[in-house]
């Protein structure tokens, strides 16, 4: 079964860093990978889709990479700014063998960030 | 491009009555998946319909939950004889056909009292 675990669960820096957020999954055999942005209250912002072939995508000050063998995922976030601030989420879609096929997602729980002026 | 929309955006019922939530997805996207998000807890998926469709429903309890996508209209989520445990934001989102992004809706907030 397909499990997605996200570390931190929360992070908090000062406006200009760069920094990293974690997710591992336990079933490589995935089609691809994607994170989203959600800010409190509201729905979900996809940010950027790795593809299982792939080894990262870039969008701006976001860079993600996708290491299928070893079920990590990175979300590199340059030059933080205060309204980077809001909850990343990582999820998986499993691949055919994994489980059967699926459209579903498997979503991690997250990593709450606070970037302070 | 409108996005993925659902509505109402926040839902509040007492125990027993039946909760409807209806989700329009993206133009040009077949395929409508709904999500729950327990306060505190990662998204769990739902059900997976394409149009007139159920495709994968694994994710829905068996008994008062159900969907439909008809051929005209939006998505519905419909939950009968809600309870407390029901309390959580239900979320909707859509993709084209294959290997393609899934895109949210602001998600319908249910409330049980």
């Known amino acids: 079964k397909q499990e997605v675990t996200q570390i931190p669960a929360a992070l908090s820096v000062p406006e200009g860093e760069n920094l990293v957020l974690n997710c591992s999954f336990t079933d490589s055999a995935i089609y691809n990978l994607q994170w989203f942005r959600q800010d409190p209250g509201k729905g979900l912002t996809s940010l950027l889709l790795?593809?299982?072939?792939?080894r990262e995508q870039t969008s701006g000050r976001l860079n993600a990479s996708l290491d299928k063998s070893s079920g990590r995922s990175t979300l590199y976030i340059a030059a933080s700014q205060p309204g980077d601030s809001a909850t990343y989420l990582c999820?998986?879609?499993?691949?055919?063998?994994?489980?059967?096929?699926?459209?579903?997602?498997?979503f991690g729980k997250g990593t709450k960030l606070t970037v302070n002026p | 491009n409108a996005g993925v929309m659902q509505n109402p955006r926040h839902l509040v019922r007492r125990r027993g009555q039946e909760a409807r939530l209806r989700c329009s997805p993206m133009k040009g996207h077949s395929h409508v998946y709904w999500y729950r998000q327990l306060p505190e807890e990662g998204l769990k998926f739902m059900v997976y319909?394409?149009?007139?469709?159920?495709?994968?429903e694994s994710g829905m309890p068996k008994e008062r939950f159900s969907a439909e996508f008809p051929k005209e209209g939006p998505s519905i989520l419909r939950i009968q004889q809600v309870v407390r445990g029901d309390s959580a934001a239900y979320f909707c989102?859509?993709?084209?056909?294959?290997?393609?992004?899934?895109?949210f809706g602001n998600g319908t907030r249910l409330t049980v009292t």
């Open positions: 989102a859509s993709s084209r056909p294959g290997n393609s992004p899934l895109h």
């Open positions: 790795i593809q299982s072939s792939q």
């Open positions: 999820a998986v879609r499993p691949g055919r063998d994994s489980q059967g096929g699926s459209e579903k997602l498997v």
């Open positions: 319909l394409q149009k007139e469709n159920i495709i994968d």
